[in-house]
């Protein structure tokens, strides 16, 4: 089925709770929206009205907001600054979702014209835009699990043979759903495969800032710059203000990397991107020059798994995420079934995981877990953590002697 006839996730959760009578306000952690407070001091310095929507955005506004972005890349990933060209290596994205989406077509524009077939990897489960991107240019698709990615440095075999298929690989970490986050030498072994194997090799890391101090994830660039791959090479890395910032709504991110992959992106987004506003432009680079609202913001996460982990201190399935705000749970009963006890008896949406798989197998190994968006207030979190452990207890035992759920 291609991607444009396909129920995003969401809208396939809707469908299936659809008609479900519950009571009470709805508490909705089946999607990706940050709670946390607004960056008050971070917008305050937009100074611009609506007078500047009648006007294009000038180029200098986006040449600042590339070079705020390079000092924070390189402070975040110990960069060189001065091996680092703000102008060739960084494109300011409407969001990530739109860099995603864009990459196979705009970097393999040439062969697909041609008729070339291209390969497109990714992880499996993983944020659907990437299944969309490759369906959208006829790409054949290749997935690779979680389990296989963190073999690659455990295991003499190479559980994953394909390497050699490969045109673009997306990998995302911290992952979304699993919250799992690759390691030094995972990020390096990857970087050595697309090299020998000549594949371009993306990371979206849109959940980078959301995890326990000090344990900050590694990103591609700065294994890249360790292995002293200082051009980062067939390499991408992808972030967005959305999670960082809790400004999804701000629609602003980028990818740096490659300068002539960059340089294709640039080119094919000439005629194709969305520009952001100049009010876009000047809260992005706020944004991306503070740090402490988002310290403020991994705080507020922190608290909220803490009281999670304290509610789920009994669940042996429970495994406190290394980075990312969600919680990939093993209900022990059909997702499905569990969503829907959950909505009529408590009005909370969590999202089933085979929601997210991309094959066939990764559907059937899912069928029992769900996704749960720690978007929550702190104070609703002992009766959410209730909730989820009395729907289990009842779907488990429910299934197990035949019963269901309306």
């Known amino acids: 089925m291609h991607f444009s006839e396909r129920l995003y996730p969401q809208a396939r959760l809707g469908m299936l709770l659809n008609g479900i009578e519950t009571e009470g306000n709805v508490i909705d952690l089946s999607i990706g929206e940050p709670n946390v407070p607004l960056a008050q001091d971070v917008l305050s ?23 705020t972005i390079a000092r924070w890349l390189s402070r975040r990933y110990k960069l ?30 040439h062969q697909l014209q041609h008729g ?14 990437y299944l969309a991107s490759a369906e959208n240019v006829g790409a054949k698709v290749q997935t690779i699990s979680q389990t296989q990615l963190s ?19 997306f990998v995302c970490s911290p992952s979304n759903p699993t919250g799992e986050v690759l390691s030094l030498l995972q990020w390096t072994r990857l970087i050595e495969l697309a090299k020998e194997y000549q594949f371009i090799l993306v990371a979206d890391e849109c959940y980078s800032e959301i995890y326990s101090e000090p344990f900050a994830p590694t990103g591609l660039l700065e294994a890249c710059a360790k292995m002293g791959n200082s051009k980062f090479e067939n390499c991408l890395a992808i972030h967005s203000l959305s999670k960082r910032s809790g400004l999804p709504g701000l629609r602003s991110g ?28 000047k809260g992005s680079q706020a944004a991306w020059s503070d740090e402490q609202h988002v310290l403020s913001n991994r705080q507020v996460y922190g608290r909220k798994f803490d009281e999670f982990s304290k509610q789920f201190s009994d669940l042996s399935c429970y495994q406190m995420p290394a980075g990312g705000f969600y919680i990939w749970l093993d209900v022990g009963c059909p997702a499905e079934k569990f969503c829907q006890r959950l909505y009529q008896e408590f009005a ?37 953590g209730q909730a989820i452990k009395q729907t289990m207890q009842f779907c488990c035992h429910s299934n197990s002697v035949g019963g269901h759920v309306a």
């Open 45 to 67: 310095q937009i100074p611009d009205g609506f007078e500047a929507l009648t006007q294009y955005p000038k180029p200098a506004l986006q040449f600042e907001l590339q070079e």
């Open 80 to 109: 060189d600054l001065q091996c680092f060209s703000a102008k060739d290596q960084v494109t300011i994205l409407a969001g990530s979702r739109e860099g995603i989406f864009m990459l196979p077509i705009a970097l393999f524009n």
């Open 116 to 129: 070339q077939p291209i390969t497109v990897a990714m992880p499996d489960p993983g944020y659907p835009i």
């Open 151 to 169: 073999e690659l440095t455990t295991s003499e075999l190479d559980v994953y043979a394909c390497w050699a298929e490969i045109d673009l690989m």
């Open 254 to 281: 980028f990818i740096a990397g490659d300068t002539h992959l960059i340089k294709s992106l640039q080119s094919y987004r000439n005629y194709h991107g969305v520009s952001l506003s100049s009010i876009q432009l």
């Open 348 to 384: 909370i949406k969590v999202l089933p995981g085979h929601y997210l798989a991309v094959s066939d197998l990764t559907v059937e190994a899912l069928q029992q877990y769900v996704r749960i968006a720690v978007v929550c207030e702190q104070e609703d979190i002992p009766f959410i």
